[in-house]
């Protein structure tokens, strides 16, 4: 099992560019706890690894590329929330990008919605075990009252992904951020949005973050 200490040197390319962002990107994020930000991370790879064993939460097993390609991508796009109360974790399925949000920006309220029953009943466990505020949404995400809202809608590896994009612009007040290729950038946002800004991700040729404001 990795320790604190060797998540910390795996995700400082995520989160070493994360720092490098604009003011208004680093927004409540400038005073992270990151020992304690490793601490829980080392706890939630258990999780995954364990649960892993017995359902399909992801197909990549080695603990070095979870925290590479899970929690390292994860963080660097919550580096990127800005100011944010309320943050939308649309498609969760093992958490991600919102379970690593949340433990970097435990200010936020996530809410990790998931339709797949296991993979929620996951998401509960990992809310339980690590003390989180994030509330999990066991429904897919057209099911919410039509009223509710995030400050900020962030999905990763989602399936339909226009449609994902079309009602997750319904659902967020300012901002998305969608971890996905070059091609995320040309989905169709929501009325009112457009791509503020692209960000290739860290140790990858074709991935990127795109960020769209309203």
């Keep these: 099992m990795l320790t604190a200490d060797e998540i910390a040197r795996l ?5 070493g560019s994360t720092r490098a962002g604009t003011k208004a990107d680093l927004a409540g994020s400038e005073r992270v706890d990151w020992p304690g930000v490793h601490g829980q991370l080392v706890a939630y790879l258990q999780l995954i690894l364990k649960w892993n064993s017995r359902m399909n939460l992801t197909a990549i097993r080695e603990p070095e590329e979870i925290v590479r390609r899970h929690f390292g991508e994860s963080l660097f796009a919550g580096g990127h929330l800005g100011a944010c109360v309320t943050l939308l974790d649309f498609g969760s399925g093992a958490g991600l990008p919102g379970v690593p949000i949340q433990i970097m ?3 936020v309220q996530v809410t990790l919605a998931e339709s797949q029953g296991k993979k929620a009943a996951f998401l509960s466990e990992v809310v339980r075990a690590l003390g989180l505020r994030s ?6 995400v057209e099911a919410m009252p039509p009223e509710r809202q ?8 989602v399936d339909s992904t226009i449609a994902a994009v079309a009602e997750g612009s319904v659902r967020a007040r300012s901002r ?6 070059p091609a995320s950038a ?5 009325k009112g949005f457009q791509t503020i800004k692209t960000v290739g991700l860290p140790e990858s040729k074709d991935r990127v973050l795109v960020i769209a404001q309203r």
């Excluded at 995700?11 to 989160?15: D, G, N, Q």
């Design 11 to 15: 995700l400082e390319p995520y989160v």
């Design 105 to 107: 920006r435990p200010d």
């Design 135 to 140: 509330e999990v949404w066991p429904r897919r």
């Design 150 to 157: 995030f400050d900020a809608v962030a999905m990763r590896a």
């Design 176 to 181: 998305l951020l969608i971890l996905g290729t």
């Design 186 to 190: 040309n989905l169709g946002l929501g």
